[in-house]
């Protein structure tokens, strides 16, 4: 059965295959929520904080999980992540770092900034669908967020 809903997934992607394959891989897993992308850690954050393009954005729609990568161009997403926690807007919104780094640093930091999970990128593509596939069962399905 298709999950669809109100329920927006922010994908924070520069990499235009892992994005492609990310968007794949939520369409063959029946995801069928809306997926808003941006490709860099200000677009994000005007994304998130209704500013630049996105200044007629509703501000009431937030998005269910942040998919965030970390190398990103113009503020990296672990800076983005520090802005979302600092703000009470923003702060629960669960936010999953999706990274091909496996620096314990990065690793670290990203849960002391508050991020909810970190998932290292598959490199072989079906173990990389099947990631995305449980990433949206859980954060869209199972995982109970309080109403806004």
């Known amino acids: 059965m298709p999950l669809e809903s109100d329920k927006v997934i922010l994908l924070v992607e520069d990499n235009p295959n892992d994005e492609a394959l990310t968007l794949r891989a939520f369409k063959k ?27 007629e954005r509703d501000k009431d729609l937030l998005p269910q999980v942040i998919l965030l990568d970390i190398n990103l161009p113009k503020i990296d997403g672990l800076e983005v992540l520090r802005h979302l926690r600092a703000n009470d807007k923003t702060r629960i919104i669960p936010v999953v770092i999706m990274t091909t780094s496996d620096e314990q640093n990065d690793l670290i930091t990203s849960y002391q900034l508050g991020a909810n999970s970190y998932v290292q990128k598959p490199v072989e593509l079906n173990m990389f669908m099947d990631a995305i596939k449980q990433l949206g069962m859980y954060w869209l399905v199972l995982n109970k967020q309080p109403s806004a």
């Not at 860099?40 to 994304?47: K, P």
């Open 29 to 55: 897993s029946q995801i069928l929520n809306q997926i808003d992308v941006v490709r860099d850690g200000q677009e994000a954050l005007d994304y998130l904080f209704c500013e630049g393009q996105y200044a």
